[in-house]
């Protein structure tokens, strides 16, 4: 349940710290976004740490050995019982894995742009752009097709 809400908050909270401070979360930065994610991550991660800590103190009952309607009478009586301290460290933990994620996911697209670049400028001959028609030109078979795309020495 608490990885549910979390992913479904994320998003949003993400685009309200966006909001609330564009100069230093709302650039494209590396940085800014691993910031964005850690926060987000963070104060999302405590939130619902603390919201369903209640049913968690539930079912760890219960998975001990103590009966359902005692569990929940006990774990009634304190909702929020050691749920601040679940929080914070849930929260840090959630910030963190959001934070890096979003770092190594920079780092990934960055070599592989660069890796494209790279490929593209030792490409010689014809690119994948000559191959495709425009709209106007109508083809009546597909050999014709071939003949068009293709070198004559593929074709024998």
């Not at 494209?28 to 919201?51: C, N, P, R």
């Not at 929260?91 to 920079?106: K, T, V, W």
Request: glycine share 8%; with cysteine; hydrophobic share 40%.
């Amino acid at each position: 349940m608490a990885r549910g809400i979390m992913l479904q908050t994320v998003g949003p909270c993400e685009q309200l710290l966006r909001v609330s401070s564009p100069r230093w979360l709302g650039t494209e930065d590396l940085a800014a976004k691993s910031a964005l994610s850690f926060l987000a991550g963070s104060l999302m991660g405590s939130f619902v740490e603390v919201m369903t800590h209640h049913p968690d103190q539930i079912k760890a009952m219960t998975h001990i050995g103590v009966p359902l309607w005692e569990a929940i009478i006990t774990a009634t009586k304190h909702p929020f019982r050691s749920a601040i301290w679940a929080g914070i460290r849930k929260g840090s933990i959630r910030g963190l894995n959001c934070g890096c994620l979003e770092m190594y996911m920079g780092l990934f697209e960055t070599a592989y742009r660069n890796y494209r670049k790279m490929a593209a400028d030792q490409q010689n001959g014809q690119r994948i752009a000559d191959f495709y028609f425009s709209k106007n030109t109508h083809l009546r078979s597909s050999r014709e097709q071939r003949e068009i795309c293709l070198p004559a020495c593929v074709l024998e």
